[in-house]
């Protein structure tokens, strides 16, 4: 082998390098703050009701739905794909918004064949350690807050599906309204707990660092209930120390960086020694 | 393998087939050749368990025509079940319509009873459709028409589909008699208990947004009632004509597991459904079709294909045997058979105690 075709191997071998690099660190500066929900901090006192002031200076984050892996009949057939979710706190309260479309109000479970809407927001009851994805497990509960058109809030215990059992005091509240009709009418959705709440299973807000937070609805004109439901996958509420959490945008994105002006840098060099060759 | 020898052999010692993990099976035999469509056994269970509000349109007891739609209207084509008898698959099933099972009616009571008016005594508006509005219909022509009362109550089956159907194990198959029971704790209003039995028997309370179903009336059983005496359930003790027979399947000494398993001539309401019913029902018989000139010919009233949808093909076989052993009464010959299916004593036909002492 020459020294020019070990050079050019070289140049090969640390050209794929970089490019892999480069097309790694792209999607992963950007998948993290995907999962993340931001919660704001306010002074007002009271947000919960759905269209109260102040609302509307809170981000919402798109959450992606998918049907929940389930033995239930129809699992696969869900109707919600979107849930917007907004989070704020003063310092008594964490007051989670979800918003969602449904064309049809659902509040009656009063026939054999009625079924009310719902929805449902999922923390660990440990926020040290994430549970199964499906109602937790065993050994690794999830606290849920219950909503359903029919029969208002319940704050909820599970460790597994088919585990789910009521608080007998729950902490939660919970708001509703449907608003809009056809295709543009929506549920908006407010839960709110105490901050200090504590309980036995219960999961402790005032938190340190990220909690995992997923969100679950029930469309019930659509025979939607019990496993039969429009899940997401785990995102988190940053509760960590300031604002940006950790840095890990930023770190991913300075090395997307350095492999881009590397490729350029060996290809320009590359270019350059060909032609000087000829 | 000398294990599964032992195992083949146990199995047939004890001949009869229990769930698992279930000490003894309640059963029931209604003949369906005593009952007169009186209802009191429907009355008998509403007045006890279902006549607070969400339970008015539930009938835990009912009796139908049959041929009919039954109650609710078409449950016979309304899913649920298992697959096969592997019970490994369940059948999809649907929840009936409010419809289906029919509405309390308002009647116009207080207009003739207080306000003079001289209308018909009638339920005021909706009335198109409730339980037995096809009652004594039947099927046929004149003069070879027919029909018969067919009673139901949960079939407490040894592979409940409604059990296997609930995602929060709600529903339970008691372990000391095999009485299908809900956790009204556990229970959660899914209703998939509901559309996954297939005889319809379980029903959603509008009201406590729970499922409820029969109970085999086990308070009784267990004596706690004010003199603590041991009852069979009420739709039992109060028939007129006492066609039920009440005791343990695996009760080898009781007129059931002979009617069952001897003679088989007691068998399963739609045993296709294949979850293994508890309630047995002695065949019904007719006269012999009529020719129009009122002569009775040699040709069943009651189509047997007829029967043998309603009971499987074991009825072709329990009819020749109770016909055989009726022939042999007629003759002045013992029957055992007749006996049992006759017998009045309470002590024999209401068999709750025998496994008191275990």
């Known amino acids: 082998m020459t020294s020019d075709a070990v050079r050019t191997a070289g140049l090969a071998a640390v050209l794929a390098t970089l490019v892999l690099v480069s097309s790694v660190a792209a999607p992963l500066a950007s998948a993290r703050p995907a999962h993340e929900i931001p919660v704001t901090e306010t002074e007002r006192a009271d947000l919960s009701q759905p269209a109260a002031a102040g609302w509307e200076d809170v981000p919402a984050s798109d959450v992606a739905l998918a049907s929940a892996p389930s033995g239930v009949p129809n699992a696969d057939d869900t109707t919600v794909e979107t849930v917007h979710v907004q989070a704020a706190r003063t310092d008594q309260r964490l007051f989670v918004r979800l918003e969602w479309d449904d064309a049809t109000r659902d509040v009656s479970a009063d026939d054999p064949r009625t079924f009310a809407d719902a929805a449902a927001v999922q923390f660990p009851t440990n926020a040290s350690a994430r549970p199964p994805i499906a109602m937790g497990g065993p050994g690794n509960k999830v606290n849920v807050w219950f909503w359903s058109g029919a029969t208002g809030s319940q704050e909820l215990l599970a460790g597994g599906a088919g585990s789910t059992t009521a608080f007998q005091n729950p902490a939660i509240e919970a708001n509703a309204t449907h608003s809009g009709s056809g295709g543009n009418a929506t549920w908006a959705l407010v839960y709110s707990r105490p901050l200090n709440a504590t309980g036995e299973n219960r999961t402790a807000l005032q938190t340190d660092g990220d909690l995992d937070v997923a969100f679950a609805v029930w469309n019930g004109s659509n025979g939607e209930r019990a496993g039969q439901k429009a899940v997401s996958e785990w995102h988190y509420f940053p509760f960590g120390p300031g604002p940006q959490g950790p840095p890990y945008e930023t770190l991913l994105w300075t090395v997307a960086g350095v492999a881009i002006v590397a490729v350029v840098g060996v290809t320009t060099f590359g270019i350059y020694r060909t032609r000087e060759g000829n | ?358």
């Open chain 2, 1 to 358: 393998m000398s294990t599964d020898q032992q195992d083949d052999q146990g199995s047939e010692d004890s001949l009869v087939d229990v769930a698992e993990g279930i000490d003894h099976q309640v059963a029931m035999v209604m003949d369906l050749n005593k009952c007169i469509g009186c209802q009191t056994c429907t009355i008998a269970c509403k007045s006890l368990w279902t006549e607070d509000g969400g339970s008015e349109y539930m009938y835990w007891n009912n009796v139908e025509t049959k041929p009919g739609e039954g109650y609710p209207r078409g449950w016979e084509d309304s899913g649920g079940g298992w697959q096969s008898g592997e019970h490994s698959e369940r059948q999809t099933g649907e929840i009936p319509d409010q419809e289906d099972y029919g509405r309390a009616w308002e009647f116009n009571h207080n207009e003739i009873m207080y306000e003079g008016s001289d209308e018909p005594l009638r339920p005021r508006e909706g009335a198109e459709w409730g339980p037995n509005w096809d009652e004594d219909r039947g099927a046929g022509e004149y003069p070879n028409s027919y029909y018969f009362y067919l009673p139901r109550i949960c079939n407490h089956c040894t592979h409940p589909s409604c059990v296997e159907a609930c995602p929060r194990s709600a529903l339970y198959k008691r372990e000391e008699d095999g009485i299908v029971l809900v956790d009204q704790e556990r229970c959660r209003g899914y209703r998939y208990c509901v559309e996954g039995c297939p005889y319809k028997k379980v029903y959603y309370n509008t009201v406590s947004k729970k499922s409820e179903k029969c109970i085999f009336c086990y308070p009784r059983l267990e004596g706690e009632g004010p003199d603590g005496e041991t009852y069979a359930p009420a739709c039992a003790e109060e028939c007129p004509p006492q066609l039920r027979m009440v005791g343990f399947l695996d009760d080898e000494d009781g007129p059931i597991y002979k009617l069952v398993e001897e003679y088989e001539v007691a068998l399963p309401l739609h045993p296709e459904f294949q979850t293994q019913p508890n309630v047995y029902y002695i065949p019904p018989f007719a006269p012999g079709q009529h020719t129009e000139d009122g002569e009775t010919v040699d040709i069943d009233r009651i189509p047997r294909q007829y029967l043998r949808e309603l009971f499987g093909d074991g009825v072709d076989e329990a009819l020749d045997t109770i016909e055989r052993e009726r022939q042999r009464t007629r003759q002045g010959e013992d029957s055992e058979l007749m006996d049992l299916l006759q017998d009045k004593n309470p002590a024999k036909q209401y068999r709750l105690g025998v496994f008191d002492d275990e």
